[in-house]
């Protein structure tokens, strides 16, 4: 079983929006997408996807999107990002889901031996500090992330590899101690994936956060073809 993790895929089925005004880069970028997870990924595979999948308001709508997915080979594990404004409650998106596909809401899932936990996150203090509003909300983010990784803590066994996902990257530069940044060090996963990011060079990405691999993976840095991060 190999994991891999693609953000950011931004599909719009029911809801137009081209996403070529970000760059040439994007025309045509959902074929892009099905035609380099199919050369990519296996039916034994597993894909994360952090975060911002479908343009749509509502549920109905979104699954539109999601069976496109779901119908490409492997298994997917989602989380939400800050588009994804049709996310509805954790029952009601787990009757609604595709065969094949997993929601990490406040918990976690172990797919084989590999555990995957994670939250959406948010603005992270840099340069300037977070404005009231903003820190309310990410440390709403880290105490739901803690639930995560405590329920990933009980379905671990000894010797699983651990996965921390995001859809907000978890620190911004200078990257000074934050409130998801100290929950990340003290559950000290195998690795970090977060999306989110458009443009910015891998190498200009936060890669190690206290020592642990970080990968960003929005759709647009990885040339829409999904990241290996694990060969288990």
């Known amino acids: 079983m190999r994991v891999y993790a693609i953000a950011d895929l931004h599909l719009a089925t029911v809801t137009p929006k081209p996403m070529s005004v970000f760059g040439p880069q994007w025309a045509e970028h959902p074929q892009a997408i099905y035609d380099r997870w199919r050369e990519t990924i296996r039916s034994e595979d597993v894909v994360l996807l952090p975060g911002d999948l479908s343009w749509a308001m509502r549920l109905p709508d979104a699954l539109q999107d999601l069976a496109t997915i779901a119908d490409l080979p492997g298994t997917k594990v989602l989380l939400r990002g800050n588009h994804d404004y049709w996310w509805p409650t954790a029952g009601k998106l787990r009757a609604a889901l595709p065969a094949g596909m997993l929601a990490i809401v406040n918990d976690a899932v172990r797919v084989g031996n590999v555990v995957v936990c994670g939250t959406r996150g948010w603005l992270t203090p840099g340069y300037e500090p977070l404005g ?17 990784v405590q329920a990933a803590e009980r379905l671990r066994q000894p010797g699983d590899p651990l996965i921390l996902m995001l859809h907000y990257p978890p620190a911004t530069s ?9 929950v990340i060090e ?5 690795l970090i ?20 691999p970080a990968h960003l993976v929005a759709a647009d840095v990885l040339k829409f073809t999904p990241k290996l991060l694990l060969d288990v």
């Not at 910015?200 to 642990?212: M, N, Y």
């Open 132 to 148: 009231e509003e903003d820190a309310r909300l990410l440390a709403r983010e880290a105490e739901r992330l803690k639930l995560s």
């Open 193 to 212: 994936v977060y999306g989110h990011l458009h443009g910015v060079p891998v190498e200009r990405s936060l890669r190690h956060l206290a020592g642990i």
């Open 174 to 182: 200078p990257y000074p101690p934050n409130p998801l940044s100290r």
């Open 186 to 190: 003290d559950a000290r996963p195998d």
